[in-house]
């Protein structure tokens, strides 16, 4: 049994995809199989990828023991609560995408069904007025919880992520992982050498000559895919006909009080600005398609929309929407940009980097890779991949804008089936079905399809059950509830003063 242990990971890159995944394995394999990881200072890495998903919570604190507080002082970090979307499906439209729950559901149905009725007869308030984050968002309010809240209150639990500085992260965690055993190895790598039988990565050589053996290897080497692709020419599904946003200009401003907890996506006439507010700087950039805007003229935007004045001058990114065709082949498993970008909007990448470390962790081979391993491994980070890509074209598609051809494409673009049906389904009496494990779940998906202006004609039928008075207390209670809860939160900036103030950079 032991004799098909694999002994020898190397990790092959030293990214936030990188230093998480070499965090990972040290933590749980580091006793039977030695972690190296390498990584170049010269090439560096892509520094971008500052705001998250609550996801990373559990990760940091359930799978690396991280703590919170020196996870946020550490990174100079900040809560997010949601994503304020400007601009995207009319001109002058804003909507927040808040995290966790809509309401609180009652019986077989989700809570919005009940508001969906009192709104359609215009006795209700906009949907962002029922769930915590989005009524904290743009207050500015933040608590992680509230203590005394009975465990079925949408205050008991109040969902939030983090912004962070990307490249603080990198470091904290090569740090962490240097104490847990991981052994780093500087230099570029200049050759991977494979198996003649089989193709399978035996070692790569180093500029210095050295070579580093392994039985797996990890991919994170970014966009470029060193082994995943330029080894084993694994091949990629290239979506840039539904996202068709392909560049981004990325430039950081001085940081802006009071620091939101929320990022902000205001669509522009060829894609999307974001602004991520760090404790000690504000990160942002326009995402746009090559097709219709070129590089100095989005630069120039960027620099004329910021908050703040720009610390740096605006730096360009190539990518191009979409996923490796394996994620996994032969002994090389593909984490972070070099198994696929899906464009920065609702930030998942480095979730999907989170939820691949989980999955390769309960898939992890044996030196014999038996098959089924990477073929499950494969079809589950694939479904992830389509997922969240329909997710992502619902905020492009849903627009009723027309005044640039850029959104004049989008809004007529032909779509996956899979999202029709999710949106017609929608349209006509306000239900969604989550698809399996799809992570973006129901109240994501009503908050957005809602904030691109899809409005339900109807609703579920059993809401007519319900006695229109206590419909309107139960609708408008939830409301009352969260305004007074919320009213006496402290504000963001006195939470992170207090407890999770950063050293000054
Ligand atoms: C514009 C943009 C915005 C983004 N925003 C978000 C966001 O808000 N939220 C989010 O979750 N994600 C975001 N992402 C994605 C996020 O940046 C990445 O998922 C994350 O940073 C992981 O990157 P990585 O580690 O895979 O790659 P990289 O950071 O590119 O690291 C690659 C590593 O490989 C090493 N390497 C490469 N070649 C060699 C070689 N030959 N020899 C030795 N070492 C080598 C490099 O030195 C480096 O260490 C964004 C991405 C882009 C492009």
Redesign the pocket.
């Known amino acids: 049994m032991t004799n098909n242990r694999i002994q020898r990971v190397v990790v092959?890159?030293?990214?936030?995809?990188?230093w998480m995944a070499a965090a990972a394995l040290a933590t749980y394999l580091g006793k039977q199989a030695s972690v190296r990881l390498?990584?170049?200072e010269e090439?560096?890495?892509?520094?971008?990828?500052?705001?998250?998903v609550p996801h990373i919570r559990m990760f940091n604190s359930q799978m690396l023991g991280i703590a919170e507080t020196e996870f946020v002082k550490r990174t100079q970090g900040t809560v997010k609560l949601g994503i304020e979307f400007k601009d995207w499906s009319r001109i002058g439209d804003s909507y927040i995408h808040g995290f966790g729950v809509i309401g609180r559901s009652l019986g077989p149905l989700p809570f919005h069904q009940f508001w969906l009725k009192l709104f359609q007869s215009g006795r209700a308030a906009a949907i962002g007025d029922y769930s915590a984050q989005t009524v904290m968002a743009p207050q500015g309010k933040f608590v992680p919880g509230v203590g005394d809240a009975p465990p079925s209150s949408p205050l008991s639990d109040i969902a939030y992520a983090y912004h962070f500085d990307?490249s603080l992260y990198a470091r904290f965690l090569r740090e962490l992982s240097a104490q847990r055993g991981v052994q780093r190895i500087e230099?570029?790598?200049v050759g991977v050498n494979q198996r003649a039988d089989d193709g399978y990565v035996e070692s790569v050589t180093m500029e210095n000559g050295d070579v580093v053996e392994g039985e797996l290897f990890i991919d994170?080497?970014?966009?470029?895919g060193?082994l995943i692709e330029q080894t084993l020419k694994t091949g990629y599904v290239d979506w840039t006909h539904w996202l068709p946003c392909d560049r981004?200009m990325?430039v950081p401003s001085e940081r802006i009080d009071p620091i939101a907890p929320y990022t902000r996506a205001t669509a522009r006439a060829a894609g999307w600005q974001?602004r991520?507010p760090l404790q000690h700087r504000t990160g942002n950039?326009y995402?746009y398609a090559s097709r219709y805007l070129g590089d100095d003229e989005a630069a120039a935007t960027l620099l004329a929309n910021l908050d703040g004045k720009a610390l740096a001058e605006p730096r360009p990114?190539r990518?191009t929407p979409g996923m490796r065709k394996k994620f996994w082949n032969k002994n090389v498993v593909a984490?972070?940009?070099?198994s696929g970008?899906l464009e920065?909007l609702e930030?998942?990448?480095?979730?999907m980097?989170q939820s691949g470390i989980s999955r390769l962790l309960s898939l992890f081979p044996g030196r014999d890779f038996n098959p089924l391993l990477a073929e499950r491994f494969n079809r589950e980070s694939a479904f992830e991949y389509e997922r969240v890509r329909d997710f992502l074209i619902l905020h492009y598609h849903a627009t009723e804008r027309n005044d640039t051809p850029f959104w004049n494409y989008c809004r007529t673009m032909s779509i996956p089936d899979s999202l029709k049906e999710a949106m017609d389904l929608f349209r006509s009496d306000g239900r969604y079905f989550r698809n399996g494990d799809d992570f973006f779940a129901l109240p994501s998906w009503v908050q957005v399809m809602l904030g691109q202006r899809i409005m339900p004609q109807s609703y579920h039928p059993i809401v007519d059950d319900m006695p229109e008075e206590k419909l309107v207390q139960y609708v408008e209670g939830m409301r009352a509830t969260l305004a007074r809860a919320v009213a006496a939160m402290p504000t963001h900036g006195d939470w992170i003063n207090r407890y999770w103030k950063a050293a000054a950079q």
């Open positions: 092959v890159g030293g990214g936030s995809a990188g390498i990584e170049s090439i560096g890495i892509v520094g971008v990828g500052e705001a998250s990307a230099g570029k790598i994170c080497s970014g966009f470029r060193l981004a990325a974001w991520i950039g995402v990114l990518f984490l972070g940009l070099a970008f920065p930030s998942t990448s480095i979730y980097v």
